[in-house]
Nanobody
């Protein structure tokens, strides 16, 4: 079993930055691939970013490419999402997710473990 706990959300002005963190506990962290998803009110949960087990390979949604950076620290069992140049359309609840197989990374239902979510609001 894996437990995921997000932190770092909040209110930020457009153009600002936030850093989200996800702390994992339970099974071997390095055996999991990690991702961030987000869900805005009235919308479906959408893929944001993914990082491989080693941390070498990353993938991003087109909407955040060049602005967000995902990384992981296997020794500390954490994954981080650095969000820069935030826009009002980035407002959502952000979720940390993990899976231990090689299924398609963009599909939320492929992820076995989820955090409780952290609210990010971008507004002036």
């Amino acid at each position: 079993q894996v437990q995921l706990v997000e932190s770092g959300g909040g209110l930020v002005q457009p153009g600002g930055s936030l850093r989200l963190s996800c702390a994992a506990s339970g099974r071997t962290f390095s055996s999991l691939t990690m991702a961030w998803f987000r869900q805005a009110p009235g919308k479906e949960r959408e893929f944001v970013a993914h990082v491989s087990r080693s941390g070498i390979t990353t993938y991003y949604a087109d909407s955040v490419k060049g602005r967000f950076t995902i990384s992981r620290d296997n020794a500390k069992k954490t994954v981080t999402l650095q969000m820069n140049t935030l826009k009002p359309e980035d407002t959502a609840v952000y979720y940390c997710a993990a899976k231990d197989d090689y299924s398609f990374i963009y599909i939320s239902t492929n992820y076995k473990y989820w955090g409780q979510g952290t609210q990010v609001t971008v507004s002036s």
